[in-house]
């Protein structure tokens, strides 16, 4: 069975710093992955996705992760954060009609 | 477009009260249907999920039961809540076959006193 592994429970940065946050899976098998975000008392959002093709995704606003199949890797990194940026990061894993989720990583944006 | 919608959105029972939430997916035939649980500080917990209706898979024993009455319709219920209930119940659909994004509606924040 797959698992997630999101390291880091709380990032703390201040606003237009750069962030990575970490998301590692257990299986190196062919997978999709998925980013979500969680903004308080809300349902989660996607983020982003990786199905095939290039390794590097991208979000609209700004975020970007990145396939590492050697790593087991899909870290996601924003190169400047900004305070709206404020919310629950979770990483996904597909597993048949399944997503196993991470724990979540609390993404904290001081002005 | 397609929608999902829940509710109630906040909901306070005693502990051994019955529970119905209930979950609904607009713009879409046929879907997957998923019911998460994330408790305070803590990530999400799959408790059931469905791919047609009658067909309920359960990840988590426990006091709670699903029910997919109609396609597009996704009901939790439990006879009798525990304190341990308490938590936000977050509903989910997705497209299903080889289409995994979930799409997730805003949730229930059921408080058990």
């Known amino acids: 069975a797959q698992s997630v592994t999101q390291l880091d429970s709380q990032v703390p940065v201040f606003e237009e710093a750069p962030v990575e946050l970490r998301c590692n899976y257990s299986s190196s098998v062919s997978v999709y992955l998925f980013w979500y975000v969680q903004y308080p008392n809300q349902g989660l959002q996607l983020l982003l996705k990786y199905l095939s093709g290039s390794t590097l995704v991208e979000s609209i606003n700004g975020f970007e992760a990145e396939f590492n199949k050697s790593q087991t890797s899909f870290h996601l990194r924003k190169p400047s954060v900004h305070i709206s940026d404020t919310a629950e990061y979770f990483c996904?894993?597909?597993?048949?009609?399944?997503?196993?989720f991470g724990t979540g990583t609390r993404l904290q944006v001081f002005p | 477009s397609q929608t999902i919608h829940q509710w109630p959105a906040t909901l306070v029972q005693p502990v051994g009260s019955p529970l119905s939430l209930e979950c609904t997916v607009e713009?879409?035939?046929?879907?997957?249907l998923y019911w998460y649980r994330q408790a305070a500080g803590r990530g999400l917990q799959l408790l059931f999920y469905?791919?047609?209706?009658?067909?309920i898979s359960s990840e988590v024993p426990q006091n709670l039961s699903a029910s997919r009455p109609q396609d597009r319709q996704f009901i939790l219920s439990s006879k009798k809540l525990l304190l341990s209930d308490s938590g936000f119940y977050l509903c989910?659909?997705?497209?299903?076959?080889?289409?995994?994004?979930?799409?997730f509606g805003p949730g229930t924040r059921l408080t058990v006193t």
């Open positions: 989910a659909w997705s497209k299903g076959g080889s289409s995994y994004e979930q799409y």
């Open positions: 469905s791919v047609g209706i009658g067909q």
């Open positions: 996904a894993v597909s597993e048949a009609d399944k997503l196993i």
């Open positions: 713009g879409t035939s046929n879907p997957n």
